[in-house]
């Protein structure tokens, strides 16, 4: 069975600046990582291929993607694009690598969905852009890649795609893209009352959209309650021919841009359970902006989708890259805790569901039994 990690060199050293929340790194500390666990096998490891405007150009705007590839060049944008474009803000800044980056991170989920033809599972955690629109830039993410996995699927004869987005962040963009398509199942759990502020309980698309937003200090209970009532029977009951996972990792109570309070505990149980019922599975990335638990989050993703024991004390070798990382401007870089260096598994956040979680899964549920 076809089992790959697609990463890449580019991600490391890369910045949207100083004071940008994704300054942090995340993609090379999940290479490093698993690379000293002994996770990461040169035949496993394939470096991402950088989009072509072309292929990109099956879901965005070419004029926008002319206008990224300029900014790359030129260091700015007019005042016009950045109106139009929503390129060179706060949010979306122009940094050095800010076409070839996602680019790059959208050339690896398209290049996933042919890798998966026969069946299998593929990781990429540098993809996961689920805010990113047809011609703008949305909430960090320049290009939108589990929008065009989607479009690629389909290329390959893969019509029915289940998306789950277990971002803190609502997939404003995907459902953008894929909320009218009655083949395309979106469901999403996200914090309450958080940007983009979309992702309502009562939002359906076309039929297939589920939302559960979580109130602020959701934990690991709430999540399971979210995956064994909600994520697990949709995904089961829509027979998908492929699955795409958003694995943001900015749902953990250590992530500095939301209020949610799981351990990574509930990201893994729900990577395992997809992993056992998927006939093609893409993992991405997503949020995280704390490089410790995105770091620790995402490698156990991986060593939950190629099956490696967690151990409870990393070895000295996974140790080192988690003592090299810095967090510069952020409190949490200055004291952190030992466990961030020592292990990968948080301790579980359980307890039980919050009466306001359990009410939305039963309506969900109602909803879902009446559709049948
Ligand atoms: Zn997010």
Known sequence: MTLRFIGSEIYRGSSYGPNHPLRVPRVSTVIDLSRA????PPDVYIPSPRAKPASLATWHDPDYLAVLQRAERDGHVTEAERARHALGTLSNPIYP??????????????????????GGV????GGGTHHGLPDRANGFCYLNDPCLAIVAFRRWGFRRIAYVDIDAHHCDGVVHGFGDDPDVLIVSTHEERRWPFTGAVE???AGNVWNLPLPRGARDGDMAAARDKLILPLVEGFRADAVILQCGADAVAEDPLSRLALSNNAHWAIVAALRDLSPRLLVLG????NPWSVGRLWTGVWATLSRQEIPARLPEAAENVLRGLEFTGNRLGKNPPDHWFTTL????????VSEVVAARLRQLADRARASV
Do not use: H, K
């Open 122 to 125: 593929v990781y990429n955690p």
């Open 37 to 40: 666990m002994g996770w990461l």
């Open 286 to 289: 997503g949020g995280g902006y």
């Open 345 to 352: 598994r948080d301790s579980p956040r359980n307890g039980p």
């Open 203 to 205: 939002d359906r698309g």
């Open 97 to 118: 690598e800010v076409f070839r980056r996602p680019a790059t991170a959208a050339g690896g989920s398209i290049m996933a969905t042919g890798l998966l033809r026969d």
